[in-house]
């Protein structure tokens, strides 16, 4: 019954934003990490961002300095703000988040639909 729900992509020019947003809901007992992943045709599903519910992040190489993750911890919500975009950045994102759903549980990773990202001039 959880659900993650991606919203906010679209089209932008080169060097254009975009905000990203993953909504989870269901039987939530707790998240640890939270994660972006993307893929673009032909090619692997990367990590793009991760965050753990203490803050700490980490980033792929090729989106450092222009790209930011964060969590809303009450609103079961991660963001991501992509600054500077590129066209290698197009793909279709997802959302990705280790969830427990009772205290004794174990955690399971559960992914939202997708979002497409278009960088093109």
């Known amino acids: 019954q959880v659900q993650l729900v991606e919203s906010g992509g679209g089209l932008v020019q080169p060097g254009g934003s975009l905000r990203l947003s993953c909504a989870a809901s269901?039987?939530?007992?707790?998240?640890?990490?939270m994660g972006w992943y993307r893929q673009a045709p032909g090619k692997q599903r990367d990590l793009v961002a991760a965050?753990?519910?203490?803050?700490?992040?980490d980033y792929a190489d090729s989106v450092k300095g222009r790209f930011t993750i964060s969590r809303d911890n009450a609103k079961n919500t991660m963001y991501l703000q992509m600054n500077s975009l590129k066209p290698e950045d197009t793909a279709v994102y997802y959302c990705?988040?280790?969830?427990?759903?009772?205290?004794?549980?174990?955690?399971?990773?559960?992914w939202g639909q997708g979002t497409q990202v278009t960088v093109s001039s």
């Open positions: 990705n988040a280790n969830i427990r759903t009772a205290p004794l549980s174990k955690e399971y990773a559960y």
């Open positions: 269901g039987s939530i007992f707790s998240i640890s990490a």
């Open positions: 965050i753990i519910t203490g803050g700490s992040t």
